[in-house]
Nanobody, 126 residues
Framework: QLQASGGGLVQAGDSLRLSCAAS????????MGWFRQAPGKEREFVAA????????RYADSVKGRFTISRDNAKNTVYLQMNSLKPEDTAVYYC?????????????????????WGQGTQVTVSS
């Protein structure tokens, strides 16, 4: 089970940190990802991180502004979002990918993830 939190209403240029807490004892067996869905749009990839945080991947739209990280001791993945823009407004979802090989690529495909959290709303005003 994945529980996302940390969303809110902020102004353009502000920062937010999202958290996603996972239940269970095998958190390190999963790659983790963040996706977002704006009103009227499809859910899109934001960022992903490997099992130990050694590899990350970002959507071009957030590179240099967002940072994904994880703490396996706390079963939590984070998304630090800086320099927020109105176009970042969306519901943000965390997701878990049960990898078969720890060297597998980090995927940006929705169907590459096995479990999803409930989402947290991020609203950026101009």
């Amino acid at each position: 089970q994945l529980q996302a939190s940390g969303g809110g209403l902020v102004q353009a240029g502000d920062s937010l940190r999202l958290s996603c807490a996972a239940s269970g004892r095998t958190f390190s067996s999963y790659f983790m990802g963040w996706f977002r869905q704006a009103p009227g749009k499809e859910r899109e990839f934001v960022a992903a991180i490997s099992w130990n945080g050694g590899r990350t991947r970002y959507a071009d739209s957030v590179k240099g502004r967002f940072t994904i990280s994880r703490d396996n001791a706390k079963n939590t993945v984070y998304l630090q979002m800086n320099s927020l823009k109105p176009e970042d407004t969306a519901v943000y979802y965390c997701a878990a990918d049960k990898y078969l090989n720890y060297l597998d690529s980090l995927t940006d495909r929705l169907n590459g993830y096995d479990y999803w959290g409930q989402g947290t709303q991020v609203t950026v005003s101009s």
